[in-house]
């Protein structure tokens, strides 16, 4: 196991039990407790955990791991999910792509599409993540838009009044928005209300909204709203949605593909 594997592992673990000591963590990692120790010291270096007497404790009340450590939770899921969303895309769209761990692997389906291969473009990408413009832009055919604002370093999103405005003057085929959480009553939300307002406004900008999201996310609230759900055409998610919260979505005119 790599460094970069335990952190993950760990930061996992945090999130799961709200605590950590150091013996049951290097018994379940398989490494030596001067190993977690270490560990943790680097960890709350960079502020993702607080070191206490015999292990950690989560950071601050509202926890969210950065978008690095996220990028293994429910892997083959957003696989799925991911190729199913690209399959939607029509070539000459514009569509506009949020952050998060799976509209990054939708990016990443994207770039793999033969058919998408070549063109004048063959896509035109709007998205205000870092990450996934970087991803893109080295793809000739691919013309990426990329919004200013002030970059978060958990998701690498710009949000602020940059963003906003650079994206109030664009129009988009097709939004696919990633979400913390999506509930038939609440509708689309995130955790926090920067990136909710600008993926607002993405919604607002597009002819369809596909939100692409696991099934754990579906069914819960969280705190900053993004749109109400019937201004959802699609939720691409995989075979754990409860069949009766995806009769709740179906009712609210919401088109549900398990995959």
Sequence with gaps: MTR??????????LVERGELEVEPAAEALGVSA???RRDLDQLAE?????RTRGGAVMHGVSYELPLRYRTSRRAAEKGRISETVAALIV???VIGLTGGTTTTEV?????GRADLATGSPALTVVTNALNIAGELVIRPQFKIVLTGGVARPQSYELTGPLAMEVLGQLSVDTAVVGVDAFD???GAATRHEDEAAMNRLLCRRARRVVIAADSSKLGVRAFARIVATDAVDVLVTDTGLDPAVAAEFEAAGVEVIRV
């Design 34 to 36: 001067a190993t977690i």
């Design 4 to 13: 970069k594997e335990r952190w993950q592992t760990l930061l996992d673990l």
């Design 184 to 186: 038939p009553a609440d």
């Design 107 to 111: 990016a990443r389906a994207l770039a």
């Design 46 to 50: 960079q502020q993702l955990l607080v």
């Design 91 to 93: 070539p000459g769209e």
